[in-house]
């Protein structure tokens, strides 16, 4: 099975520039998140998809960020303009389902390789 | 809110040795899950266990064991006979039960087994 695919795996910008990463998720899952990891951190989510629609981008900067996932599949995340503090990993995650206590896997979050993103 | 702290930012070890690695959490949920992933230098992060918050039975997968205690809100992670493979850094994370499901991770302890 394919995991969680991310492009690029580097970037490298100038602070007000913009940037786009990309995440194709394993095939039939449902939700999609997207996570920060500042250097020295843990992930911190940015916002989640459940098929095409959001579910929680609270703590998403959105007078920079922005995050779509049309066709419910693969999503993009778009920061313009870029800041210094955006430098950190881009972190994808796909989870299968929703159901809870089924004793199996399928709450758990596969994780992409990331993006690493460089503001300078 | 939930919170997760790993005190431990680095830890040492020569090969062989047992290493225990402490998560303490902090949560108003009466039900959860909580998870520890490992992230090596490649960057990718995986994962190891969940354990929900109704199961306090210590698990243990081959090398690896888990010690959950709920009355000190504790989910340590234990290597047993540490090997340099294991060198990575290590989070545990926290889940709700509702219908989002979002992880709120700690700060991760770097391990570094030395051979």
């Known amino acids: 099975e394919a995991g969680v695919a991310q492009s690029p795996r580097y970037k490298i910008i100038e602070k007000r520039q913009s940037v786009a990463f990309w995440c194709n998720p394993i095939?039939?899952?449902?939700?999609l998140y997207w996570y920060q990891q500042i250097l020295g951190q843990g992930p911190k989510l940015l916002i989640q998809f459940q098929n095409n629609g959001v579910v929680d981008d609270s703590q998403l900067p959105k007078d920079r960020f922005s995050a779509e996932r049309l066709k419910g599949v693969d999503s993009t995340l778009k920061i313009q303009p870029a800041k210094l503090e955006d430098s950190a990993v881009y972190l994808c995650a796909s989870s299968p389902s929703r159901s809870l206590w089924d004793g199996g896997r399928d709450n758990e979050q596969f994780f992409g390789p990331g993006t690493r993103l460089t503001v300078l | 809110a939930q919170k997760v702290t790993q005190a431990q930012t680095e830890i040492s070890v020569v090969e062989k040795e047992d290493v225990t690695l402490d998560c303490v959490y902090e949560t108003r949920d009466t039900t959860y899950y909580l998870f520890w992933y490992k992230q090596p230098p490649s960057g990718e992060l995986v994962f190891l266990i969940r354990r929900n918050s109704f199961d306090e039975q210590n698990e243990i997968s081959g090398r690896y064991s888990w010690n959950f205690q709920k009355s000190t809100s504790s989910f340590n992670f234990t290597i047993t006979a540490s090997q340099v493979v294991d060198s990575a850094v290590y989070f545990c994370?926290?889940?709700?039960?509702?219908?989002?499901?979002?992880?709120?991770f700690g700060s991760g302890t770097q391990l570094t087994v030395l051979p």
């Open positions: 994370a926290l889940s709700d039960t509702g219908s989002a499901r979002q992880l709120t």
């Open positions: 095939s039939g899952h449902a939700t």
